[in-house]
């Protein structure tokens, strides 16, 4: 039996996304590839809607390991306006990014927006982490890696995490020579109280 593929599976067709003429601005799903394409937004099509739940990230502090932009937490403000990005490329050490989720959450997965004034936002070696911590350390849970390879300016998508994974911090991180560059990541999950 074939896996049903979710669309966070589904990657780009080949030189995709390229925004042609400028005028690109919505995604459609070549159904015999399965494989995602950037196009015009004049033409009625079918839809798909996936209910996410509350953004748990939404309002809560953020920091981020080096800063070149607007402050970590207007990546956590519900707000597409300013880019939050991590400094120069040619840093040294890896690239974080961390949002205090405020409690323990079951974290299912989370929504990368691209900010406006970037031409390209290229995620590839993008891991994002869970932890019970708020710096990263070896008991950090890999919720996903993203390999895929770039978002256009205001478009965002839906990752679910590789499987559920519990903690307080959620950390996105890119290595050395990378930046970290959003306009807004929303983290969907659920608390985890205790008794």
Same mark, same amino acid.
């Given at each position: %039996?074939?896996?049903?593929? $979710?669309?966070?599976? %589904?990657?780009?067709?080949?030189?995709?996304?390229?925004?042609?003429?400028?005028?690109?601005?919505?995604?459609?799903?070549?159904? $015999?590839?399965?494989?995602?394409?950037?196009?015009?937004?004049?033409?009625? +099509?079918?839809?798909?809607?996936?209910?996410?739940?509350?953004?748990?990230? /939404? #309002?809560?502090?953020?920091? %981020?390991?080096?800063? +070149?932009?607007?402050?970590? $937490?207007?990546?956590?403000?519900?707000?597409?306006?300013?880019?939050?990005?991590?400094?120069? /490329?040619?840093?040294?050490?890896?690239?974080?990014?961390?949002?205090?989720?405020?409690?323990?959450?079951?974290?299912?997965?989370?929504?990368?927006?691209?900010?406006?004034?970037?031409?390209? &936002?290229?995620?590839?070696?993008?891991?994002?982490?869970?932890? $019970?911590?708020?710096?990263?350390?070896?008991?950090?849970?890999?919720?996903?890696?993203?390999? &895929?390879?770039?978002? /256009?300016?205001?478009?965002?998508?839906?990752?679910?995490?590789?499987?559920?994974?519990? #903690? +307080?911090?959620?950390?996105?991180?890119?290595?050395? #020579?990378?930046? &970290?560059?959003?306009?807004?990541?929303?983290?969907? #999950?659920?608390?985890?109280?205790?008794?």
């Amino acid at each position: %039996m074939e896996r049903m593929m $979710s669309a966070s599976d %589904m990657p780009w067709a080949a030189n995709q996304p390229d925004n042609a003429g400028n005028q690109e601005h919505c995604v459609v799903v070549f159904s $015999s590839e399965y494989q995602l394409n950037d196009a015009t937004c004049d033409l009625l +099509r079918r839809f798909v809607c996936q209910a996410l739940g509350e953004n748990v990230a /939404l #309002g809560r502090p953020a920091w %981020m390991s080096t800063n +070149r932009g607007a402050p970590p $937490s207007h990546g956590t403000d519900g707000l597409l306006v300013e880019a939050v990005r991590t400094s120069a /490329l040619f840093e040294t050490k890896e690239q974080l990014w961390t949002v205090d989720l405020g409690m323990q959450h079951q974290v299912i997965g989370f929504l990368y927006a691209a900010p406006m004034a970037e031409n390209k &936002v290229h995620k590839r070696n993008t891991k994002v982490y869970v932890s $019970s911590e708020p710096l990263p350390n070896d008991s950090d849970v890999l919720c996903r890696h993203l390999t &895929v390879r770039l978002l /256009l300016e205001w478009m965002a998508r839906y990752y679910a995490c590789d499987f559920p994974v519990q #903690g +307080r911090y959620l950390h996105v991180t890119r290595k050395a #020579g990378l930046r &970290v560059v959003m306009s807004e990541l929303m983290v969907f #999950g659920h608390p985890i109280y205790e008794s």
